[in-house]
């Protein structure tokens, strides 16, 4: 399993924008595909976005679509999730997490990811 680290949280206005990004330090992330949660206070974590392995997949939840992008560049062994149009229930601690098993197909489960990094908060402001 890879060890992630998140980044890039911070505060910012309704419609702003922020780019969160995950980085791992082991070769092997390119074969991990990867899913996006967010936990707000006194609420269940849930999925946000989530990219294949080779980064020719991904889905998202419905309050996100169209807003937000998650993309991944393997050289780097790093993934990111672009974040657009930001609104005020985007509020959240953020975590990026790797799939159980390599190369397996996008997931939207919390209990198919094993390695979860230690979050970023994202505060909207209204």
């Known amino acids: 399993q890879v060890q992630l680290v998140e980044s890039g949280g911070g505060l910012v206005q309704a419609g702003g924008s922020l780019r969160l990004s995950c980085a791992a330090s082991?070769?092997?992330?390119?074969?991990?595909?990867l899913g996006w949660f967010r936990q707000a206070p006194g609420k269940e974590r849930e999925f946000v976005a989530g990219?294949?392995?080779?980064?020719?997949?991904?889905e998202y939840a419905d309050s996100v679509k169209g807003r937000f992008t998650a993309s991944r560049n393997n050289a780097k062994n790093t993934a990111y999730l672009q974040m657009d149009s930001l609104k005020p229930e985007d509020t959240a601690v953020y975590y990026c997490?790797?799939?159980?098993?390599?190369?397996?197909?996008?997931?939207?489960?919390?209990?198919?990811?094993?390695?979860w990094g230690q979050g970023t908060q994202v505060t909207v402001s209204s």
């Open positions: 997490a790797a799939h159980i098993r390599t190369f397996q197909s996008v997931s939207r489960t919390r209990t198919d990811f094993a390695s």
């Open positions: 082991e070769r092997t992330f390119s074969g991990y595909t």
């Open positions: 990219i294949s392995w080779s980064g020719d997949s991904t």
